[in-house]
């Protein structure tokens, strides 16, 4: 049996659609660690946490290039005691986040060593950091008692990634599609849902999907600036790109607004044509099917996700599409 999720990207009205998620019959919300684009991620879920009562809530997915580990666990611990038994947390290496900032992705390497460090503070133990020895240090009542088990997950999508997430966490978290060989298979998705006979060049639909279909335009600029071109209208996103600023500063426009809007000038060129097969986008029926065979294919649990416009609509029409309303 599927659980129902939902991506909410970290921001000013971001509890508020928290408290309406878990109206709906939502399981859990998430939120991404994008510091360059919105709130704290730490800040955040402690609100989500003090103003709900069932929900379970997350961050997916922290990038450890941000915080030393006994940073990131205290943070854990203190959201764990605000809220016992509703705390799930989710690790990645950044393509967002990092990319934003002209930077690649984190190691393979990098994620073992901090989700190893984190999860062992948690229990209780000695660890050594960078030559250091470290240890959650805090007197009875200050932080919960070790050890403490909250469920760590990572998100992965080749077989390298995929091997580390069965070996150090709890889950995976996979982007598009299941994966087999998890307890925890939670497909991460973005899209739209459309009412029956609205097509995808609809001017709600379009305004929903460019900030998501403009996703695979980023990520190919950041890999390989080039290839750009393949991608519908690429030619002129990317020569749009190339006006906005020298070589060395071009991420910064291109990432500005990433996956929430087309603030920076250049999302507006993309083509959401295909969005149906290239997002988990459809109506509810088709949207129903999908979910389906998400299920046959391993996956035991869906984050839906979407775009900055309209949210409060798409949290609506999500729990339509997983029957929870």
Not at 190 to 210: F, H
Request: glycine letters at 10%; one cysteine or more.
């Amino acid at each position: 049996m599927l659980t129902y999720d939902f991506r909410l990207p970290p921001g000013p009205r971001t509890v508020e659609y928290a408290q309406l998620a878990e109206e709906l019959g939502f399981r859990a919300v998430w939120c991404p660690e994008i510091p360059a684009f919105g709130h704290d991620i730490w800040v955040t879920l402690a609100r989500i946490a003090e103003k709900t009562t069932r929900l379970k809530f997350g961050p997916s997915v922290l990038i450890p290039s941000y915080r030393h580990a006994m940073a990131q666990a205290s943070a854990i611990a203190t959201v764990e005691q605000i809220a016992p038994g509703r705390l799930m947390v989710g690790f990645g290496t950044g393509f967002t986040g990092r990319a934003g900032m002209g930077k690649k992705p984190l190691s393979l390497a990098s994620m073992r060593t901090h989700i190893t460090q984190v999860r062992a503070l948690l229990q209780g133990e000695i660890v050594d950091i960078d030559g250091g020895l470290a240890q959650i240090l805090a007197s009875d009542g200050w932080l919960p008692d070790r050890p403490i088990n909250v469920p760590i997950y990572m998100a992965g999508q080749g077989p390298r990634a995929r091997a580390l997430a069965k070996e150090i966490a709890d889950g995976l978290i996979s982007l598009g599609g299941p994966a087999d060989g998890f307890a925890t298979c939670l497909v991460s998705t973005n899209g739209t849902v459309l009412d029956e006979g609205e097509p995808v060049t609809s001017p709600r639909a379009t305004a929903a999907l460019k900030p998501i279909v403009a996703l695979a335009y980023h990520h190919r600029f950041t890999t390989d600036p080039e290839s750009v071109k393949a991608l519908p209208n690429g030619e002129a996103w990317l020569a749009s790109v190339e006006r906005s600023a020298e070589p060395g500063a071009r991420h910064l426009s291109v990432h500005r607004g990433h996956n929430l809007d087309i603030s920076n000038g250049h999302d507006s060129l993309v083509d959401v044509s295909a969005a149906k097969q290239t997002t988990f986008t459809g109506t509810r029926e088709e949207l129903r099917e999908r979910l389906a065979r998400l299920e046959t294919g391993g996956g035991t649990g869906i984050i839906f996700g979407t775009s900055g416009y309209d949210v409060e609509r798409e949290l609506r029409a999500y729990a339509e599409v997983a029957g929870l309303r």
